[in-house]
């Protein structure tokens, strides 16, 4: 199946810092999407993105589906972005999602 | 964006009983899923509910540890049957929409 990889596995940042989060994929996708679990474990979705790029406030990403890597960035980070960021993708005519390992990403005041 | 519920939130059970999930999604939904989260660890898929029949497990899991039901298009249960300790994770349940899946809040098992 596809594989899902995910870096760097763990990240500390000061507040205010920007910051870029990876995701490789071994296969061609049809849906890519990037989720936040809060420290309560709730998945936030952030982007559905299988290609191309998309902003939303201080977060943006972008995928190249062709070299099979998504990045998603965050600018002027604050304390509660920290949690797990997770991207995830599904490929063929499934809806199944295949999750990589995850970023935990913790910002210090 | 799609509404999902669960319920409960969290249980702590004891060693060889069950515990049903139950999950609740809007209208937007066509695909429901099941997903187990193992502490510390990433998400993985338990099986995908069909409507109106049995459900399709993925390898590692079988009907009779974890039986699904989806009797309607927006609602769907999980049960956890004869629990151990290594059942004790977060589950959540979860839905496609608008090319988007979206999860509930998870249902915090711990199994004693």
């Known amino acids: 199946g596809i594989q899902v990889e995910q870096s760097p596995p763990d990240l500390i940042l000061q507040e205010g810092a920007n910051s870029t989060l990876r995701c490789n994929f071994s296969?061609?996708?049809?849906?890519l999407q990037w989720f936040h679990q809060n420290p309560w474990g709730q998945l936030i979705n952030l982007f559905y993105?299988?290609?191309g790029t998309k902003q939303n406030g201080r977060l943006s990403a972008t995928t190249v589906a062709t070299e099979r890597y998504s990045l998603l960035y965050i600018s002027s980070s604050q304390t509660t972005d920290s949690g797990v960021y997770f991207c995830?993708?599904?490929?063929?005519?499934?809806?199944?999602?295949?999750f990589g390992k995850g970023t935990k990403l913790t910002v210090n005041p | 964006s799609a509404v999902i519920s669960q319920k409960p939130s969290r249980d702590i059970c004891q060693r060889g009983t069950s515990l049903t999930i139950q999950c609740q999604v809007d209208?937007?939904?066509?695909?429901m899923f099941w997903y187990r989260q193992q502490p510390g660890q990433s998400l993985t898929l338990i099986a995908t509910?069909?409507?109106?029949?049995?459900?399709?497990?993925e390898s590692g899991f079988v009907i009779d540890k974890f039986p699904i039901s989806r009797p309607n298009l927006t609602f769907s249960t999980l049960t956890v049957s004869n629990m151990s300790p290594e059942d004790s994770s977060i589950y959540l349940c979860?839905?496609?929409?608008?090319?988007?899946?979206?999860f509930g809040p998870g249902t915090r098992l711990t199994v004693l």
């Open positions: 296969d061609s996708v049809n849906n």
């Open positions: 209208s937007q939904v066509t695909m």
């Open positions: 993105i299988p290609s």
């Open positions: 509910a069909n409507q109106g029949s049995e459900a399709t497990y």
């Open positions: 979860s839905g496609t929409g608008y090319n988007e899946q979206f």
């Open positions: 995830a993708v599904s490929q063929g005519g499934s809806e199944k999602l295949v």
